[in-house]
């Protein structure tokens, strides 16, 4: 049954990838959303059910935590969607270097897929709010450095596993610097999709 639900996405997300050439995608619902958790001003932080379920996916195929990432997402858990994302994106950048075998095969085509389709609605989602973006990082990459991978431990290329957390945190620290530039750079992005959709 999961192998048949995975099938389903993978197949789900290529005719996304193949529309969104054909048909133009209308992000004015996601941006409304984003805009009304902003009014919040509420701080996220990481709880014992996300960390349950993160502890669960630690064990499974990268994939894994894209597809919890997506249905956290379509339940309008964001925030949590968010960090479940980024670190499904260190566990999938760590397989790539550091197993041969991991790339490319059945699993990294999935993560590859949902990462070009659900992941930009996530960093669109993200990029509204640039404190949350770099929160979101922070928990992604601090979860990372304090619970191994255990299906493919980072005993096995600890260089490697480091190396894809220190590029994120590279990125989380470029935007602190930037904020400004990145904020007027967002909104031109946000402006443009919406006409573009209309």
Same mark, same amino acid.
């Given at each position: #049954?999961?192998h048949l639900t995975i099938a389903i996405l993978v197949f789900l997300t290529i005719q996304t990838c193949i529309g969104q050439t054909e ?9 409304? =959303? ?12 990481? &709880? $014992? =059910?996300? =960390? ?5 996916? &630690?064990?499974?195929?990268?994939? *894994?935590?894209?597809? *919890? ?6 339940? &309008?858990?964001? *925030?949590?969607?968010? @960090? @479940? ?5 260190? +566990?999938?950048?760590?397989?790539? $270097? ?6 490319? $095969?059945?699993?990294?085509? @999935?993560?590859?897929? #949902? ?16 404190? +949350? ?14 619970? &191994? ?28 610097? $930037? ?9 031109? *992005? +946000? ?8």
């Open positions: #049954m999961k048909k133009k995608q209308d992000y004015s619902a996601l941006f409304k =959303t984003a805009d009304s958790i902003n009014k919040l001003g509420k701080v996220f932080t990481i &709880d $014992n =059910t996300l =960390t349950g379920k993160l502890s669960k996916l &630690d064990k499974l195929l990268p994939s *894994e935590y894209f597809t *919890e990432s997506i249905h956290l997402f379509e339940a &309008d858990k964001f *925030e949590d969607a968010s @960090v @479940v994302y980024y670190i499904g994106f260190l +566990r999938h950048k760590y397989c790539c $270097n550091a197993d041969p075998s991991y790339a490319p $095969n059945y699993d990294w085509s @999935v993560a590859e897929s #949902m990462q070009a389709t659900y992941g930009k609605k996530i960093i669109l989602f993200l990029k509204t709010n640039i404190d +949350r973006y770099i929160s979101v990082i922070n928990t992604a990459t601090d979860y990372c450095q304090k619970n &191994d991978y255990l299906f493919f431990s980072k005993q096995k290329s600890i260089e490697k596993y480091n190396n894809s957390i220190d590029a994120l945190i590279n990125l989380k620290c470029d935007y602190s610097k $930037n904020k400004d530039a990145y904020i007027k750079q967002w909104a031109t *992005e +946000r402006t443009s999709l919406l006409l573009e959709s209309k």
